[in-house]
């Protein structure tokens, strides 16, 4: 069997929010579990995290926003992401993001959502499946 | 902007009662409001310092937001320990210009975040108050008995609460409450029930303000100063957290003091990890939630009712900011760029030049942005 590298993940915190308790929590659990993860720091632009996911090859996107503004940006994301060519890679998001907008959110095309009070078991198996999924595509 | 209005509306200097939070050190560890380096930052805070103390005698400078840091990780100890590091950073260098401690000190106050534990949130504060005393009366040599009252508000709490069985949370603030009451804040701002799910309903606010009113004016928690005080379990946490702050101080002045731990991440690296060690807590159950990992129902949907924003606002505001864009005198506005931008450079105190550009429109982005030229942009250390 050939070698395969471990899952890449990147963390992005878009916009002005400075809430990244949750992405730091989030990134150190996914180390632990044996994934490659790449945390933007804050203030990142959604340009800036398309440019990096595609730059460094990442098996899923995170992202963790809890100023409210999910769905502009998650809108915004899978379209930069598109327009790069880089449709393939899921994004998947954390925060407090209310649960009317789920829906609305995967309609945009986001893969999975953890809000508010999901455990980091949860979110490590949420986010392992769907960049394994990407992977085999 | 304040002072601006103030002016504008007729208003003397002298008149303003203002308590801005104005603390840059804790937003490179928590909140991520930074755009400066951190050595510019400080002295942009200690700018205001300087300007409150000979222009609006009544203002509260300073706010320290300690309570940020225990909000994301940090515990009682650190959050005491790192809020008076970062408290005497702004001091220290208040006093470097010249400034009197007894002037400065009563300039600086805190904000604090309680848990639910109350007994140790009430030796917390207990704690906090001897140390503050203590250290500045005999290592910052104040004299007027005011510098040594630690002026604190406390409150927060919203890392505690539950998603699951929303009204529980009614519950848990008013155990932040009595931990504060009990341990001797001042003043009182708790978390909203409803605040895992959305900002605030009008309802639950209403809600977190008339807990606090009931306990005080009709469980009557405010009627004695103290009121832990002898008691032997008190007395003994208060005398261990006291210990615990000290050692923590020490550890950052042994890394160089607080700005240089800020610089190298250090604080935030152990901020982070305290939060991550925690959330591991929860998800065992080693740490209860009742409702949520305890005696919890799984397949109970829960919701309430969202706060709704106005989608206009938006547009409104970007309307609003073009037409001042548009009034405003062109020519007045680069030049007060201009000045502010040459203060910066020049290490004057640059409130007097912001207070120009404010008055003549100037925006925050272009004020921000001539000072970015001269300070650079922060660049967050790696934290894990």
């Not at chain 2, 450079?345 to 942005?369: C, D, Q, R």
């Amino acid at each position: 069997m050939s070698q395969r590298r471990p899952l890449r993940v990147l963390i992005g915190k878009p916009g002005l929010d400075g809430h990244d308790v949750g992405a730091k929590i989030v990134s150190m659990a996914l180390r632990d579990k044996g994934m490659e993860v790449i945390y933007t720091g804050l203030h990142s632009t959604v340009e800036q995290i398309a440019q990096i996911a595609l730059q460094e090859d990442v098996d899923v996107i995170g992202l963790s926003i809890l100023s409210g503004a999910h769905l502009p940006i998650a809108q915004k994301l899978i379209r930069k992401l598109q327009e790069k060519g880089a449709s393939d890679v899921p994004v998947v998001m954390g925060g407090v993001i209310p649960k009317k907008d789920i829906p609305v959110l995967k309609q945009y095309g986001v893969a999975e959502v953890c809000p508010f009070s999901t455990s980091l078991t949860q979110v490590v198996e949420t986010v392992s499946k769907i960049a394994s999924t990407r992977k085999r595509t | 902007m304040y002072v601006a209005v103030a002016e504008k509306q007729g208003v003397g200097k002298d008149r303003i009662n203002i308590v801005t939070q104005n603390d840059i050190l804790k937003e490179y560890v928590v909140r991520g409001a930074w755009i400066f380096p951190p050595k510019p930052a400080l002295r942009t805070t200690v700018d205001v310092i300087e300007y409150c103390a000979k222009e609006i005698p009544k203002a509260s400078p300073v706010s320290v937001a300690a309570g940020h840091m225990r909000s994301s990780g940090a515990t009682a100890a650190q959050e005491i320990g790192w809020g008076f590091a970062i408290a005497f950073a702004y001091l220290q260098t208040a006093l470097d210009r010249g400034m009197d401690v007894d002037q400065v000190a009563s300039f600086i106050t805190f904000t604090f975040h309680n848990k639910l534990n109350f007994f140790e949130e009430a030796a917390k504060y207990r704690a906090a108050r001897r140390i503050w005393a203590k250290l500045l009366k005999e290592r910052f040599g104040a004299k007027n008995p005011r510098s040594l009252l630690l002026r604190s508000f406390g409150g927060g709490g919203m890392e505690e609460l539950t998603m699951q069985e929303p009204l529980n949370n009614i519950i848990r603030e008013t155990c932040v409450a009595l931990g504060c009451i009990l341990g001797g804040i001042q003043g009182i701002g708790l978390c909203c029930y409803d605040e895992a799910y959305t900002i605030p309903s009008p309802e639950a606010q209403l809600i977190q303000m008339r807990t606090v009113q009931i306990l005080m004016e009709e469980a009557n928690l405010g009627d004695v100063a103290d009121p832990m005080g002898g008691s032997y379990y008190i007395e003994q946490l208060t005398a261990e957290l006291e210990k615990a702050i000290m050692v923590v101080m020490e550890d950052v002045e042994k890394a160089g003091g607080a700005v240089k731990a800020i610089e190298d991440g250090l604080i935030q690296r152990i901020c982070a990890k305290g939060a991550y060690e925690r959330q591991k807590q929860i998800d065992s159950g080693e740490k209860v939630w009742v409702g949520a990992n305890k005696y919890g129902s799984e397949d109970q949907e829960w919701d309430v009712k969202l706060h709704e924003y106005d989608p206009t606002i938006q547009e409104r505001q970007i309307q609003k900011l073009n037409q001042v864009r548009k009034q405003r005198d062109h020519a007045k506005v680069k030049q007060c760029l201009q000045e502010l931008k040459r203060a910066a450079e020049s290490g004057v105190n640059i409130v007097p030049f912001t207070l120009e550009a404010v008055k003549a429109y100037a925006t925050i982005g272009e004020m921000t942005g001539v000072l970015r030229e001269v300070f650079g942009e922060f660049k967050e250390p790696a934290v894990f």
